[in-house]
T-cell receptor, first 113, second 117 residues
Framework: NAGVTQTPKFRVLKTGQSMTLLCAQD?????MYWYRQDPGMGLRLIHY???????AKGEVPDGYNVSRLKKQNFLLGLESAAPSQTSVYFC????????????FGPGTRLTVL | AQTVTQSQPEMSVQEAETVTLSCTYD???????LFWYKQPPSRQMILVIR??????QNATENRFSVNFQKAAKSFSLKISDSQLGDTAMYFC??????????????FGTGTRLKVLA
């Protein structure tokens, strides 16, 4: 039981490049989330999903897209990376409704030059 | 707008002693949920404790307990018998249901706790 895993762990991009972050969970959770964590700030919700095939915007969705084609996977895409997207990205999942415990992945440190 | 404030950026406590981390929030809602999450140096965040606003009884999980003061909009975390493994960043978080299928999460900026041997 791996829990929540994220790929890759580190990445450096140049401005304008694109990339996809992969989040996978093996707990059969319905809900999945993407957050970003910046120095001196709390986690901010980017997008989330309440089930396979569904996605919704969080607090800071601009510049990101997501997809949930399979229940166990939640992908976060950056179509044209900007230095402002330099951050640590965390994926999380929960069994059903949001107020259940969220299980977090180890994070992906992304630097955009 | 809802906000979550953690006024203590850093704290330290001696092993075996008790420490309290403060959290205040601002909302006009009556029904919401509050959480404390712990982020150890390994970075993987884990839930410490949660409180539902409609419950007056303070939540407790082993050495961790909260002091939930709804009228004052305060949600502090008390760690008793502190252990070296408690060293971590602690985040207070607020969650409320907005519309059908939509939820709003707000995290505080965190308190870095160091437990001293």
């Amino acid at each position: 039981n791996a829990g929540v895993t994220q790929t890759p762990k580190f990445r450096v991009l140049k401005t304008g490049q694109s990339m996809t972050l992969l989040c996978a969970q093996d707990m059969n959770h319905e809900y999945m989330y993407w957050y970003r964590q910046d120095p001196g700030m709390g986690l901010r919700l980017i997008h989330y999903s309440v089930g396979e095939g569904t996605t919704a915007k969080g607090e800071v969705p601009d510049g990101y897209n997501v997809s949930r084609l399979k229940k166990q996977n939640f992908l976060l895409g950056l179509e044209s990376a900007a230095p402002s997207q330099t951050s640590v990205y965390f994926c999380a999942s929960s069994y059903s409704t949001h107020y259940n415990e969220q299980f977090f992945g180890p994070g992906t440190r992304l630097t955009v030059l | 707008a809802q906000t979550v404030t953690q006024s203590q950026p850093e704290m330290s406590v001696q092993e075996a002693e008790t420490v309290t981390l403060s959290c205040t929030y601002d909302t006009s809602e009556n029904n919401y949920y509050l959480f404390w999450y712990k982020q150890p140096p390994s970075r993987q965040m884990i839930l410490v404790i949660r409180q539902e606003a409609y419950k007056q009884q303070n939540a407790t999980e082993n050495r961790f307990s909260v002091n939930f003061q709804k009228a004052a909009k305060s949600f502090s975390l008390k760690i008793s018998d502190s252990q070296l493994g408690d060293t971590a960043m602690y985040f207070c978080a607020f969650m409320k249901h907005v519309t059908s299928g939509t939820y709003k999460y707000i995290f505080g900026t965190g308190t870095r706790l160091k437990v001293l041997a």
